[in-house]
């Protein structure tokens, strides 16, 4: 099995920043593709942004396009999202997931959350 554990969450203005965190443990002997979602309140939890195992490969969602980097940390499995410019509608649960496979739809497994408040 695999546990991911996301930092970094907490209260910003709008139009501030944060950094979001994200460590595996466990099975983690390959490097895993890791992605981060959010939930907002009421809402269906959405995909944010993706990388490959490598750093190669990155995917957003389009509302977060020049605003949020996903990066890979330097020891294995990690991964960090650097959200700049930060709007109200971006509050919500933010997840850490990994998988596999490099998808955004869903991933196979997933840290508990950290949440994300924006307030104007």
């Known amino acids: 099995q695999v546990q991911l554990v996301e930092s970094g969450g907490g209260l910003v203005q709008a139009g501030g920043s944060l950094r979001l965190s994200c460590a595996a443990s466990?099975?983690?002997?390959?490097?895993?593709?890791m992605g981060w979602f959010r939930q907002a309140p009421g809402k269906e939890r959405e995909f944010v942004a993706a990388?490959?195992?490598?750093?190669?490969?990155?995917y957003y969602r389009d509302s977060v396009k020049g605003r949020f980097t996903i990066s890979r940390g330097s020891a294995q499995n990690t991964v960090s999202l650097q959200m700049n410019s930060l709007k109200p509608e971006d509050t919500a649960v933010y997840y850490c997931?990994?998988?596999?496979?490099?998808?955004?739809?869903?991933?196979?497994?997933w840290g508990s959350g950290t949440l994300v408040t924006v307030s104007s």
């Open positions: 997931a990994a998988d596999e496979v490099l998808r955004i739809d869903d991933m196979k497994y």
């Open positions: 466990g099975r983690t002997g390959s490097a895993y593709n």
């Open positions: 990388i490959s195992w490598n750093g190669g490969i990155t």
